[in-house]
């Protein structure tokens, strides 16, 4: 007993490395495609840096309900790559350790790590995409404030005309200011300052602007001349325009609804209409299939670790990633197929979960069960005569 809790730590220990170091580089390549084109589209919006972080923070979940099935296959893998290329898998089968038997460990990963994911892309993606979506609005319609452009002329609403010379500490402090607004009363004021910084008051939809050193003229239908007035500390009240509200969660569609909402939606009859009810069957069977999928996980990976003898080809390790990426678009496009009524959605998702199912259960079946069985040894064959193929092609270098 204390033989076999000593492997199965070992392999605990071989698999988790590269898994956790799989998930953080996935994860850490997925955010980083994405950050750039959100730093962009931030300052292209006029709206704080900071909040580039917060809709990063958005869209991790989606990252990691992918991150996760490729982690946790990756590190599968190469920890049974490593035990088949030592002989340690030769050894550990020799004193009776078979593939059954090793797979213990890899799912007690499997496990747990499906049901996070469940809670992913059941309840917390739906969640952050309606926020993402919510931030995106709010930087479009400035409810998160524009950043002030130094030596232009900005327009903050309707009735405000801002321009200052220069900013300090992060916007707080602005020096040489012109600033000209229409109140609601039908009196326009334009000043100059040296100085001014913005504060908020008790009402949300006013804030104040506090001028310092300057001069300012007012106009109304009721002066008979404007004035003109020089100051050393100046309030000046600004209305903050209107904001129209974000719509509510679910209404850009499946995405955002929670998955005891799309069974309710799809087969419980509060759908409204039929595109509704295809959208959620399509959106809830998708959920589902994605995470069903992480329990052949380990039997992929175990297949596709162990290369024909004498080789070291990471072709196994190209071919698992492949297989978890098609398999993934494939769902999506029959998600999409689904909700468009060109199949029924339990067809469009189910039958590629049943065809992968047996795809893995067979390679399983052809390493496990079958005398020196190699289920990628025809594509190491096929790889092995393609690469002479190339080198064939390629010129040959001339004597000298």
Same mark, same amino acid.
């Given at each position: ?23 953080? +580089? ?13 730093? =962009? ?7 704080? !840096? ?5 809709? %990063? ?6 990252? %990691?309900?992918? $991150? ?5 296959? %990756?590190?599968? %893998? ?60 709010? &930087? ?19 009735? /405000?005309? &801002? ?7 992060? $916007? ?22 040296? =100085? ?11 804030? +104040? ?25 100046? @309030? ?31 087969? $419980? ?8 009810? /295809? ?9 589902? !299939? ?60 189910? !039958? ?13 079946? !052809? ?16 790889? @092995? ?16």
């Amino acid at each position: 007993m204390r033989r076999i809790g000593l492997i199965d730590r070992y392999l605990a220990r071989s698999i988790a490395v590269p898994l956790i170091g799989s998930l953080v +580089l996935a994860a850490m390549l997925l955010v980083l495609d994405k950050m750039l084109r959100l730093f =962009q589209f931030v300052v292209a919006a006029g709206g704080p !840096v900071g909040v580039v972080w917060r809709m %990063l923070a958005n869209l991790l979940p989606e990252y %990691l309900s992918l $991150g996760i099935p490729i982690g946790l296959m %990756l590190g599968i %893998l190469l920890a049974f790559r490593k035990l088949a290329l030592s002989s340690e898998l030769d050894a550990l089968r020799g004193i009776g350790f078979g593939f059954g038997r090793l797979l213990r460990v890899p799912y007690f990963y499997a496990v747990p790590m499906m049901l996070l994911n469940l809670g992913i892309v059941g309840y917390l993606e739906p969640y952050t995409e309606y926020r993402y979506e919510s931030l995106r609005y709010e &930087l479009k319609s400035g409810a998160l404030g524009a950043a002030i452009k130094v030596g232009e002329f900005n327009q903050l609403g309707k009735k /405000l005309t &801002l321009r200052i010379d220069r900013s300090e500490d992060q $916007g707080t402090r602005l020096h040489g200011i012109f600033v000209q607004t229409d109140q609601a009363n039908g009196m326009s004021i334009a000043a100059t300052a040296e =100085q001014g910084r913005f504060l908020s008051t008790d009402d949300p939809d006013t804030i +104040l602007f506090r001028l310092t050193k300057g001069r300012l003229i007012q106009d109304s239908p009721k002066f008979a001349a404007p004035r003109t007035l020089a100051f050393d500390s100046y @309030d000046l009240p600004i209305n903050l325009p209107a904001i129209d509200q974000f719509r509510h969660r679910g209404g850009n569609g499946s995405d955002e609804i929670y998955l005891h909402e799309l069974w309710r939606l799809g087969y $419980g009859g509060a759908a409204r209409d039929r595109h509704q009810l /295809l959208e959620a069957q399509s959106g809830f069977n998708f959920r589902l !299939v994605e995470v069903l999928m992480m329990l052949l996980l380990p039997l992929l990976a175990v297949a596709l670790a162990v290369p024909p003898k004498r080789s070291s080809s990471a072709l196994g390790i190209f071919v698992a990633i492949l297989t978890v990426v098609a398999y993934h678009k494939i769902n999506q496009y029959a998600q999409q197929a689904g909700t468009n009524g060109q199949f029924n959605p339990l067809v469009a998702l189910w !039958v590629p979960l049943l065809v992968f199912s047996a795809m893995i259960a067979w390679m399983y079946h !052809v390493l496990a069960h079958k005398p020196g069985g190699q289920p990628i040894g025809a594509l190491e064959r096929a790889a @092995d005569r393609a690469a002479r193929l190339v080198r064939g092609l390629m010129p040959k270098p001339r004597a000298a």
